[in-house]
């Protein structure tokens, strides 16, 4: 009788300990779902500030181009104020993607890249003295363009995924 109390004892504590260990991993299991999910999440979030930045700059660039080679030409002030009233929506098309990227972004070569792709096309505008001086304008703004994707793809592409980190290690960002 002695041993079956002690065989029935060993069989309750076992399963407790087989649910708590089994407990314990699908625990882990879950957590670490939920940190690849975060991870992907943040990495799409990232892809869309870099791609609706680097579009905004380009409407904005080839707005500016326009409006520039406009005033060359010696356009009416009708189509003057038409593509400098278009020039201002493009511009503020910029902000909403750059402030994503600032809060997306720590990467000081990122965010540098960026600044200087949005400085070179906003001094689209200061070129308007030759065709020459547009043209060079807009051929630095567009290489800085390049440079930021350039830049954030690399960054993207070198970045830590969570799917490969140990679940023991917490996020470095």
Not at 56 to 74: C, E, F, I, Y
Request: proline residues 3%.
């Amino acid at each position: 009788m002695l041993a079956t109390l002690i065989t029935a004892a060993l069989a309750i504590v076992a399963t407790l300990l087989g649910a708590i260990v089994s407990g314990h991993f699908q625990e882990r299991a879950a957590e670490r779902q939920v940190r690849v999910s975060h991870g992907e999440a943040i990495r799409r979030d990232r892809l869309e500030a870099v791609t609706a930045l680097a579009c905004a700059a380009s409407d904005h660039r080839t707005t500016m181009w326009r409006r520039g080679d406009a005033v060359l030409k010696g356009a009416g002030p009708k189509r003057l104020e038409a593509l400098r009233g278009e020039s201002h929506l493009t511009r503020s098309a910029v902000t909403r993607p750059q402030v994503a990227l600032r809060v997306l972004f720590e990467d000081q070569a990122v965010r540098a890249a960026a600044d200087r792709m949005i400085t070179l096309t906003y001094a689209i505008r200061d070129a308007y003295a030759t065709t020459e001086d547009l043209t060079a304008a807009r051929e630095a703004a567009k290489v800085a363009h390049d440079q930021f994707v350039n830049t954030a793809a690399r960054y993207l592409s070198l970045a830590p995924s969570t799917a490969n980190r140990n679940p023991e290690q917490e996020p470095t960002r």
